[in-house]
């Protein structure tokens, strides 16, 4: 069994190839999905699609790259959307929410103001609803943490986590856990490579981050949730183990990351 823990599912790249593509990773051995929302205009449709595929559950939240044209109302919607969702078994979670350093108009007032201020207050709502979190965290690390420090949540995972060897163990502290995907099966990506191989095995999960961040022989083509297995056998041998080890390491630490997949009943 295998988890992809972050894929846009949802993703206009796909076109109406979404049911197929979750099915042909069910058939790869992937047997969860999480979709994450990016905004509030796909918070029904991860929803609605999760309920159309048998192996996928949903997060939603508002992405920090979709923070320049959300408003406070948006963050109304969520959270009422939020409170509907609690009684909905595939909800996993607060996600995906964070902060986007990479992107130069994001680092520069009033955006990173504004990013900061959306990503605290769904801090809040996860806290609230005791709920874990889908991080983005590119670039912006250290100010994440500083926030998590601030406004305890229970847990989650750092997705696409490419940060130093103390920044990992600062989340891992908070009880968070590190999503790992297609940028690890590049020789070159010597950080991300030794992060995977040296962190505690107890902390990493496996994402794709479909349709982005395709592994080294997809790319320059897109991500699909059926490469999770491979990706998986990069970090066995980066890591000298067997295949089946690492798939039921990395689905024990999604489920322990994702407590509402347990009761969802997908993948068992």
Same mark, same amino acid.
């Given at each position: 069994m295998w988890v992809d823990t972050h894929c846009h599912l949802d993703a206009g790249e796909f076109g109406d190839r979404s049911a197929s593509l979750a099915d042909e990773a069910a058939q790869a051995g992937v047997r969860v999905i999480v979709i994450p929302a990016i905004a509030r205009v796909n918070f029904s449709?991860?929803?609605q699609l999760a309920r159309r595929v048998g192996n996928a559950v949903y997060a939603l939240g508002i992405h920090p790259l979709y923070v320049p044209t959300a408003s406070e109302g948006d963050l109304v919607s969520l959270r009422e959307a939020v409170g509907a969702a609690m009684a909905d078994p595939l909800f996993v979670g607060i996600g995906e929410i964070g902060l986007d350093f990479f992107v130069p108009a994001l680092k520069e007032p009033p955006l990173r103001e504004k990013q900061e201020f959306f990503f605290a207050e769904q801090l809040k709502l996860a806290r609230e609803f005791d709920l874990p979190v889908l991080l983005h965290v590119r670039r912006s690390q250290d100010i994440i943490l500083k926030y998590l420090r601030r406004i305890r949540v229970p847990g989650g995972i750092a997705h696409a986590f490419n940060g130093s060897f103390q920044q990992a163990e600062t989340f891992i502290e908070l009880g968070l856990h590190l999503g790992f995907g297609g940028a690890m099966t590049f020789p070159r990506s010597l950080q991300i490579r030794r992060l995977a191989a040296e962190l505690p095995l107890s902390s990493i999960v496996l994402e794709?981050? $479909? /349709?982005?961040?395709? /592994? $080294?022989?997809r790319h320059p083509d897109i991500n699909t949730p059926d490469q999770i297995p491979r990706i998986g056998e990069v970090l066995a041998g980066l890591r000298s183990l067997p295949p089946q080890e690492i798939a039921a390491a990395t689905s024990a630490n999604a489920r322990a990351a994702l407590p509402r997949l347990v009761a969802s009943g997908v993948g068992h």
């Open positions: 449709e991860v929803a794709t981050d $479909a /349709p982005d961040i395709s /592994p $080294a022989w």
